[in-house]
DNA sequence: AGCGCCTGACAGGACTTTCAGCCCACGGGC
DNA sequence: GCCCGTGGGCTGAAAGTCCTGTCAGGCGCT
Protein backbone atom coordinates (compact mmCIF):
# COMPACT_ATOMS: atom_id res chain seq x y z
CA UNK A 1 0.00 0.00 0.00
CA UNK A 2 0.91 3.76 -0.11
CA UNK A 3 3.10 3.17 3.03
CA UNK A 4 4.25 5.94 4.91
CA UNK A 5 7.67 6.27 3.23
CA UNK A 6 6.02 6.18 -0.25
CA UNK A 7 4.30 8.86 0.16
CA UNK A 8 7.14 10.88 1.59
CA UNK A 9 8.62 10.35 -1.87
CA UNK A 10 5.41 10.80 -3.71
CA UNK A 11 5.52 14.60 -1.52
CA UNK A 12 9.48 14.78 -2.60
CA UNK A 13 8.74 14.74 -6.04
CA UNK A 14 6.06 17.58 -5.78
CA UNK A 15 8.20 19.38 -3.56
CA UNK A 16 10.97 19.33 -6.35
CA UNK A 17 8.67 19.77 -9.14
CA UNK A 18 7.83 23.15 -7.30
CA UNK A 19 11.36 24.41 -6.13
CA UNK A 20 13.87 22.35 -7.46
CA UNK A 21 16.48 20.28 -5.79
CA UNK A 22 17.89 23.19 -4.96
CA UNK A 23 15.49 24.22 -3.41
CA UNK A 24 13.78 21.24 -1.63
CA UNK A 25 14.10 21.92 1.94
CA UNK A 26 12.89 19.39 4.54
CA UNK A 27 10.87 20.74 6.71
CA UNK A 28 8.62 21.78 3.57
CA UNK A 29 8.70 18.36 1.96
CA UNK A 30 7.46 16.94 5.78
CA UNK A 31 4.81 19.74 5.63
CA UNK A 32 4.02 18.31 2.05
CA UNK A 33 3.60 15.07 3.33
CA UNK A 34 1.81 15.80 6.39
CA UNK A 35 4.83 13.88 8.64
CA UNK A 36 7.18 15.52 11.15
CA UNK A 37 11.09 16.13 9.97
CA UNK A 38 12.26 13.80 11.91
CA UNK A 39 10.47 10.45 10.06
CA UNK A 40 12.37 12.28 6.90
CA UNK A 41 15.51 11.27 8.80
CA UNK A 42 14.22 7.79 9.99
CA UNK A 43 13.69 6.44 7.01
CA UNK A 44 16.44 8.52 4.92
CA UNK A 45 19.52 8.91 6.23
CA UNK A 46 20.31 12.73 5.13
CA UNK A 47 18.95 15.22 2.25
CA UNK A 48 21.26 13.50 0.30
CA UNK A 49 19.54 10.81 0.52
CA UNK A 50 15.98 11.96 0.12
CA UNK A 51 17.46 13.19 -3.56
CA UNK A 52 18.44 10.22 -4.49
CA UNK A 53 15.68 7.71 -3.66
CA UNK A 54 13.19 10.36 -4.65
CA UNK A 55 15.02 10.70 -8.05
CA UNK A 56 15.12 6.92 -8.51
CA UNK A 57 11.35 6.86 -7.31
CA UNK A 58 10.97 9.58 -10.62
CA UNK A 59 12.61 7.78 -13.47
CA UNK A 60 10.90 4.65 -12.54
CA UNK A 61 7.40 6.45 -12.84
CA UNK A 62 8.21 7.95 -15.86
CA UNK A 63 9.15 4.94 -17.67
CA UNK A 64 5.67 3.23 -16.64
CA UNK A 65 3.89 6.83 -17.96
CA UNK A 66 5.49 7.06 -21.17
CA UNK A 67 5.65 3.26 -22.19
CA UNK A 68 2.32 1.77 -20.96
CA UNK A 69 -0.65 2.97 -22.92
CA UNK A 70 -4.58 2.19 -21.92
CA UNK A 71 -4.52 -1.92 -22.60
CA UNK A 72 -7.72 -2.11 -24.57
CA UNK A 73 -6.18 0.89 -26.93
CA UNK A 74 -5.67 0.68 -30.56
CA UNK A 75 -2.02 0.22 -31.58
CA UNK A 76 -1.05 3.63 -32.63
CA UNK A 77 0.30 3.65 -35.98
CA UNK A 78 4.56 3.47 -36.27
CA UNK A 79 4.84 7.58 -36.56
CA UNK A 80 1.91 8.82 -34.27
CA UNK A 81 3.26 6.58 -31.78
CA UNK A 82 6.79 8.24 -32.35
CA UNK A 83 5.39 12.19 -32.19
CA UNK A 84 2.72 10.52 -29.27
CA UNK A 85 5.65 9.72 -27.17
CA UNK A 86 7.76 12.56 -27.91
CA UNK A 87 5.26 15.00 -27.27
CA UNK A 88 4.17 13.55 -24.01
CA UNK A 89 7.17 15.33 -21.97
CA UNK A 90 5.71 18.45 -23.76
CA UNK A 91 2.23 19.24 -21.55
CA UNK A 92 1.24 21.05 -19.37
CA UNK A 93 -0.14 18.36 -16.91
CA UNK A 94 0.97 18.10 -13.26
CA UNK A 95 2.28 14.49 -13.81
CA UNK A 96 4.68 15.62 -16.84
CA UNK A 97 6.16 19.12 -15.71
CA UNK A 98 6.64 17.12 -11.93
CA UNK A 99 8.53 14.54 -14.08
CA UNK A 100 9.94 16.99 -16.62
CA UNK A 101 11.41 19.50 -13.77
CA UNK A 102 12.89 16.41 -11.73
CA UNK A 103 14.39 15.09 -14.91
CA UNK A 104 15.76 18.73 -15.82
CA UNK A 105 16.66 18.73 -12.29
CA UNK A 106 18.57 15.43 -12.08
CA UNK A 107 20.81 16.28 -15.39
CA UNK A 108 21.50 19.17 -14.12
CA UNK A 109 22.70 18.28 -10.64
CA UNK A 110 24.69 15.61 -12.32
CA UNK A 111 26.97 17.85 -13.61
CA UNK A 112 28.74 18.49 -10.06
CA UNK A 113 27.88 15.22 -8.85
CA UNK A 114 29.06 11.94 -9.89
CA UNK A 115 27.48 9.52 -8.39
CA UNK A 116 24.20 10.65 -10.67
CA UNK A 117 25.84 10.12 -13.58
CA UNK A 118 25.96 6.63 -13.69
CA UNK A 119 22.35 6.09 -13.33
CA UNK A 120 21.43 8.95 -15.46
CA UNK A 121 23.76 7.77 -18.38
CA UNK A 122 21.56 4.63 -17.96
CA UNK A 123 18.05 5.81 -17.83
CA UNK A 124 19.37 8.23 -21.23
CA UNK A 125 20.54 4.95 -23.03
CA UNK A 126 17.16 3.49 -22.67
CA UNK A 127 15.16 6.77 -23.53
CA UNK A 128 17.24 6.92 -26.70
CA UNK A 129 16.91 3.24 -27.46
CA UNK A 130 13.26 3.37 -27.52
CA UNK A 131 13.57 6.47 -29.15
CA UNK A 132 15.68 4.92 -31.93
CA UNK A 133 13.43 1.38 -32.27
CA UNK A 134 10.30 3.79 -32.84
CA UNK A 135 12.16 5.30 -35.40
CA UNK A 136 13.04 1.96 -36.72
CA UNK A 137 9.47 1.28 -36.64
CA UNK A 138 8.51 4.06 -38.99
CA UNK A 139 11.54 3.89 -41.54
CA UNK A 140 12.63 0.23 -41.24
CA UNK A 141 15.30 0.23 -44.37
CA UNK A 142 17.35 2.41 -42.23
CA UNK A 143 20.72 1.55 -41.14
CA UNK A 144 21.00 1.49 -36.91
CA UNK A 145 23.54 3.91 -36.99
CA UNK A 146 21.80 6.54 -38.60
CA UNK A 147 18.66 5.24 -36.31
CA UNK A 148 20.60 5.70 -33.05
CA UNK A 149 22.07 9.39 -34.60
CA UNK A 150 18.44 10.85 -35.03
CA UNK A 151 16.96 9.43 -31.69
CA UNK A 152 19.93 11.18 -30.33
CA UNK A 153 19.20 14.13 -31.51
CA UNK A 154 15.47 14.30 -30.87
CA UNK A 155 15.92 13.41 -27.14
CA UNK A 156 18.25 16.08 -27.17
CA UNK A 157 16.13 18.89 -28.38
CA UNK A 158 12.86 17.31 -26.47
CA UNK A 159 15.66 18.32 -22.97
CA UNK A 160 16.51 21.53 -24.45
CA UNK A 161 13.13 22.44 -25.51
CA UNK A 162 11.68 21.51 -22.23
CA UNK A 163 14.07 23.37 -20.41
CA UNK A 164 13.59 26.46 -22.31
CA UNK A 165 9.60 25.98 -21.90
CA UNK A 166 10.38 25.44 -18.10
CA UNK A 167 12.45 28.66 -17.48
CA UNK A 168 10.07 30.82 -19.49
CA UNK A 169 11.81 31.12 -22.61
CA UNK A 170 9.72 29.42 -24.60
CA UNK A 171 6.23 29.47 -25.10
CA UNK A 172 4.55 25.18 -24.99
CA UNK A 173 2.80 25.42 -28.04
CA UNK A 174 5.70 26.66 -29.66
CA UNK A 175 8.29 24.19 -28.81
CA UNK A 176 5.46 21.34 -29.71
CA UNK A 177 5.66 22.82 -33.37
CA UNK A 178 9.40 22.73 -33.05
CA UNK A 179 9.80 19.16 -32.09
CA UNK A 180 7.02 18.26 -34.61
CA UNK A 181 9.09 20.08 -37.25
CA UNK A 182 12.14 18.15 -36.01
CA UNK A 183 10.51 14.94 -36.05
CA UNK A 184 9.33 15.69 -39.57
CA UNK A 185 12.89 16.63 -40.50
CA UNK A 186 14.95 13.58 -38.90
CA UNK A 187 12.19 11.02 -40.48
CA UNK A 188 12.59 12.61 -44.22
CA UNK A 189 16.13 12.83 -43.56
CA UNK A 190 16.16 8.79 -42.92
CA UNK A 191 13.39 8.18 -45.93
CA UNK A 192 15.50 9.89 -48.38
CA UNK B 1 41.53 48.07 -16.70
CA UNK B 2 40.15 44.84 -15.14
CA UNK B 3 38.17 46.18 -12.40
CA UNK B 4 37.89 44.54 -9.09
CA UNK B 5 34.02 43.89 -10.05
CA UNK B 6 34.61 42.77 -13.12
CA UNK B 7 37.87 40.22 -11.22
CA UNK B 8 34.33 39.32 -9.24
CA UNK B 9 32.72 38.76 -12.14
CA UNK B 10 35.26 36.26 -13.53
CA UNK B 11 35.34 34.59 -10.72
CA UNK B 12 31.33 34.00 -10.07
CA UNK B 13 31.64 32.48 -13.75
CA UNK B 14 34.54 29.99 -12.39
CA UNK B 15 33.36 29.50 -8.91
CA UNK B 16 29.32 28.40 -10.76
CA UNK B 17 31.29 26.19 -12.93
CA UNK B 18 32.89 24.29 -10.43
CA UNK B 19 29.74 24.17 -7.77
CA UNK B 20 26.79 25.47 -9.94
CA UNK B 21 24.34 28.23 -8.50
CA UNK B 22 22.62 26.47 -5.57
CA UNK B 23 26.59 25.49 -4.63
CA UNK B 24 27.98 29.24 -4.98
CA UNK B 25 28.74 30.76 -1.42
CA UNK B 26 28.91 34.14 -1.31
CA UNK B 27 32.56 33.52 0.89
CA UNK B 28 33.73 30.67 -1.92
CA UNK B 29 33.59 33.53 -4.11
CA UNK B 30 35.29 35.90 -1.97
CA UNK B 31 37.71 34.23 -1.61
CA UNK B 32 37.97 32.76 -5.25
CA UNK B 33 38.20 36.69 -5.88
CA UNK B 34 40.63 37.29 -3.52
CA UNK B 35 38.36 40.18 -1.90
CA UNK B 36 35.89 40.26 0.84
CA UNK B 37 32.52 38.89 0.82
CA UNK B 38 31.54 42.67 2.00
CA UNK B 39 32.78 43.91 -1.14
CA UNK B 40 30.48 41.43 -3.27
CA UNK B 41 27.28 43.17 -1.30
CA UNK B 42 29.01 46.55 -2.18
CA UNK B 43 29.19 45.44 -6.07
CA UNK B 44 26.45 43.10 -6.22
CA UNK B 45 22.86 44.28 -4.26
CA UNK B 46 22.27 40.66 -3.22
CA UNK B 47 22.99 36.99 -4.17
CA UNK B 48 20.31 37.15 -6.70
CA UNK B 49 22.63 40.32 -8.18
CA UNK B 50 25.35 38.94 -8.25
CA UNK B 51 23.41 35.78 -10.40
CA UNK B 52 21.37 38.44 -12.75
CA UNK B 53 24.95 40.03 -13.52
CA UNK B 54 26.84 36.89 -13.75
CA UNK B 55 24.57 35.80 -16.58
CA UNK B 56 24.76 38.94 -18.17
CA UNK B 57 28.94 38.82 -18.18
CA UNK B 58 28.49 35.11 -19.73
CA UNK B 59 26.48 35.62 -22.33
CA UNK B 60 28.51 38.64 -23.18
CA UNK B 61 31.68 36.79 -23.20
CA UNK B 62 29.89 34.20 -24.96
CA UNK B 63 29.09 36.45 -28.06
CA UNK B 64 32.58 38.11 -27.71
CA UNK B 65 34.27 34.33 -28.47
CA UNK B 66 31.36 33.65 -30.79
CA UNK B 67 31.44 36.33 -33.03
CA UNK B 68 35.10 37.78 -32.72
CA UNK B 69 37.61 36.31 -35.12
CA UNK B 70 41.65 37.03 -35.50
CA UNK B 71 41.28 40.82 -37.39
CA UNK B 72 43.73 39.80 -39.91
CA UNK B 73 42.10 36.24 -40.83
CA UNK B 74 39.67 35.86 -44.08
CA UNK B 75 36.27 35.94 -43.21
CA UNK B 76 35.18 32.36 -43.58
CA UNK B 77 32.33 31.18 -45.98
CA UNK B 78 28.81 31.39 -44.25
CA UNK B 79 28.25 27.69 -44.06
CA UNK B 80 31.76 27.31 -42.31
CA UNK B 81 31.03 30.45 -39.92
CA UNK B 82 28.03 28.87 -39.19
CA UNK B 83 29.17 25.14 -38.13
CA UNK B 84 32.27 27.13 -36.07
CA UNK B 85 29.98 29.28 -34.37
CA UNK B 86 27.69 26.81 -33.15
CA UNK B 87 30.85 23.85 -32.53
CA UNK B 88 32.44 26.50 -30.44
CA UNK B 89 30.24 25.59 -27.58
CA UNK B 90 31.14 21.70 -27.95
CA UNK B 91 35.02 22.69 -26.68
CA UNK B 92 36.43 21.30 -23.61
CA UNK B 93 38.59 24.00 -23.41
CA UNK B 94 38.36 26.15 -19.56
CA UNK B 95 36.58 28.72 -21.19
CA UNK B 96 33.81 27.25 -22.91
CA UNK B 97 33.06 24.33 -20.67
CA UNK B 98 32.79 27.03 -17.87
CA UNK B 99 30.90 29.12 -19.92
CA UNK B 100 28.69 26.28 -20.68
CA UNK B 101 28.39 24.92 -17.03
CA UNK B 102 27.47 28.21 -16.06
CA UNK B 103 24.63 29.03 -18.76
CA UNK B 104 23.07 25.55 -17.82
CA UNK B 105 22.93 26.06 -14.23
CA UNK B 106 21.30 29.41 -14.89
CA UNK B 107 19.05 28.21 -17.33
CA UNK B 108 17.75 25.51 -14.65
CA UNK B 109 17.75 28.01 -11.80
CA UNK B 110 15.89 29.99 -13.97
CA UNK B 111 12.91 27.22 -14.01
CA UNK B 112 12.52 28.30 -9.96
CA UNK B 113 13.83 31.49 -9.67
CA UNK B 114 11.83 34.02 -12.00
CA UNK B 115 13.83 36.81 -11.23
CA UNK B 116 16.38 35.55 -13.85
CA UNK B 117 13.72 34.42 -16.09
CA UNK B 118 13.69 37.80 -18.23
CA UNK B 119 17.43 38.25 -18.64
CA UNK B 120 17.53 34.62 -19.46
CA UNK B 121 14.81 34.78 -22.39
CA UNK B 122 16.76 38.29 -23.58
CA UNK B 123 20.44 36.58 -23.93
CA UNK B 124 18.23 33.56 -25.72
CA UNK B 125 16.56 35.26 -28.21
CA UNK B 126 19.98 37.37 -28.66
CA UNK B 127 21.55 33.99 -29.60
CA UNK B 128 18.53 32.70 -31.59
CA UNK B 129 18.85 35.65 -33.74
CA UNK B 130 22.13 35.65 -34.57
CA UNK B 131 22.03 31.58 -35.64
CA UNK B 132 19.27 32.71 -37.97
CA UNK B 133 21.45 35.37 -39.22
CA UNK B 134 23.80 33.14 -40.05
CA UNK B 135 21.51 30.60 -41.84
CA UNK B 136 20.22 33.44 -43.52
CA UNK B 137 23.15 34.11 -44.91
CA UNK B 138 24.07 30.54 -46.19
CA UNK B 139 20.27 30.19 -47.56
CA UNK B 140 19.11 33.88 -48.44
CA UNK B 141 16.03 33.06 -49.98
CA UNK B 142 14.70 31.13 -47.36
CA UNK B 143 11.44 33.07 -45.60
CA UNK B 144 12.72 34.59 -41.88
CA UNK B 145 9.90 32.16 -40.11
CA UNK B 146 11.82 29.03 -41.09
CA UNK B 147 15.13 30.67 -40.18
CA UNK B 148 13.61 31.58 -36.97
CA UNK B 149 12.41 28.19 -36.27
CA UNK B 150 15.70 26.66 -37.47
CA UNK B 151 17.68 28.89 -35.31
CA UNK B 152 15.33 28.21 -31.98
CA UNK B 153 15.90 24.00 -32.53
CA UNK B 154 19.59 24.38 -33.28
CA UNK B 155 20.52 26.25 -30.47
CA UNK B 156 17.72 24.09 -28.21
CA UNK B 157 20.02 21.06 -29.63
CA UNK B 158 22.81 22.35 -28.88
CA UNK B 159 21.78 23.02 -24.99
CA UNK B 160 20.54 19.69 -24.60
CA UNK B 161 23.57 18.21 -26.00
CA UNK B 162 25.90 20.78 -24.15
CA UNK B 163 23.81 19.58 -20.86
CA UNK B 164 24.81 15.93 -21.84
CA UNK B 165 27.89 16.53 -22.37
CA UNK B 166 28.94 18.26 -19.00
CA UNK B 167 27.00 15.53 -16.92
CA UNK B 168 28.85 12.79 -18.92
CA UNK B 169 26.23 11.36 -20.74
CA UNK B 170 27.36 11.57 -24.26
CA UNK B 171 31.22 11.61 -25.03
CA UNK B 172 32.52 15.37 -26.62
CA UNK B 173 33.19 14.51 -30.09
CA UNK B 174 29.75 12.41 -30.23
CA UNK B 175 27.86 15.54 -29.32
CA UNK B 176 30.20 17.61 -32.04
CA UNK B 177 29.29 14.72 -34.69
CA UNK B 178 25.42 15.27 -34.26
CA UNK B 179 25.66 18.79 -34.12
CA UNK B 180 27.17 19.14 -37.46
CA UNK B 181 24.72 15.90 -38.83
CA UNK B 182 22.09 18.48 -37.37
CA UNK B 183 23.04 21.57 -38.89
CA UNK B 184 23.26 19.29 -42.18
CA UNK B 185 19.62 18.75 -41.93
CA UNK B 186 18.63 21.96 -41.41
CA UNK B 187 20.48 23.83 -44.07
CA UNK B 188 19.10 21.44 -46.35
CA UNK B 189 15.67 21.46 -45.38
CA UNK B 190 15.70 25.47 -45.45
CA UNK B 191 17.26 24.66 -49.44
CA UNK B 192 14.25 21.97 -50.65
C1' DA C 1 37.15 67.52 3.87
C1' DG C 2 34.55 64.55 0.99
C1' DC C 3 34.07 60.47 -1.52
C1' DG C 4 34.51 56.01 -3.47
C1' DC C 5 36.36 51.51 -2.54
C1' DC C 6 37.06 48.20 0.71
C1' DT C 7 37.29 45.35 5.15
C1' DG C 8 36.69 42.74 9.76
C1' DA C 9 33.41 41.33 12.64
C1' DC C 10 29.09 39.84 13.65
C1' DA C 11 23.89 39.89 13.93
C1' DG C 12 20.28 37.37 12.41
C1' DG C 13 18.20 33.57 10.07
C1' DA C 14 17.38 29.62 7.38
C1' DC C 15 18.09 24.72 7.25
C1' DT C 16 19.68 20.34 8.70
C1' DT C 17 20.23 16.90 11.94
C1' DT C 18 19.85 14.84 16.50
C1' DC C 19 17.67 13.26 20.76
C1' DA C 20 14.78 11.57 24.28
C1' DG C 21 10.93 9.46 24.52
C1' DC C 22 5.59 8.52 23.27
C1' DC C 23 2.35 5.31 21.12
C1' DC C 24 0.68 1.11 19.78
C1' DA C 25 0.59 -3.37 17.40
C1' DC C 26 2.19 -7.86 18.36
C1' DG C 27 3.66 -12.16 20.41
C1' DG C 28 4.60 -14.98 24.53
C1' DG C 29 3.54 -16.50 29.04
C1' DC C 30 0.01 -17.27 32.20
C1' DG D 1 -8.73 -13.75 27.59
C1' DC D 2 -5.40 -10.77 29.75
C1' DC D 3 -1.09 -8.64 30.90
C1' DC D 4 3.39 -7.35 29.84
C1' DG D 5 7.54 -6.59 27.42
C1' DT D 6 9.50 -5.26 22.98
C1' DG D 7 10.36 -2.85 19.01
C1' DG D 8 9.35 -0.19 15.03
C1' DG D 9 7.26 4.05 13.57
C1' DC D 10 6.86 8.55 14.78
C1' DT D 11 7.17 13.26 16.97
C1' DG D 12 8.25 17.94 19.45
C1' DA D 13 11.80 20.51 20.55
C1' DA D 14 16.06 22.19 20.21
C1' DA D 15 21.02 22.00 19.15
C1' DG D 16 24.02 22.77 15.58
C1' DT D 17 25.73 24.44 11.30
C1' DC D 18 26.17 27.23 7.62
C1' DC D 19 25.07 31.51 5.15
C1' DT D 20 23.52 35.89 3.93
C1' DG D 21 23.52 40.48 4.53
C1' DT D 22 24.81 44.73 7.54
C1' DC D 23 27.53 48.11 10.01
C1' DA D 24 30.87 51.14 11.52
C1' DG D 25 34.84 52.56 10.09
C1' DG D 26 39.77 52.63 7.51
C1' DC D 27 42.42 54.09 3.63
C1' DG D 28 43.85 56.80 -0.10
C1' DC D 29 42.84 60.16 -3.69
C1' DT D 30 41.21 64.72 -5.28
Redesign the interface.
Known amino acids: MASRKTSILEAAARVIA??????LRVEELAAEAGVSTALIYYHFKDRTGILKQTLEFISDRAERYTTERAADAPPLPAREELERTLLLELQDTAEVRENS?AW??L??????D?TL?ED??RA?RIWVQEVADLLGTVRPMSPAVALA?AA??L???????S??W?????PLA?AR??MT??ID??V??LGS
Chains 1, 2 share one sequence.
Do not use: K, M, P
Not at 18 to 23: E, F, I
Not at 166 to 170: A, D, I, P, R, T
Open positions: RRGVRGTGERASAVFERLATGERTALLEGLTRLSGSLHTLDAAEAR
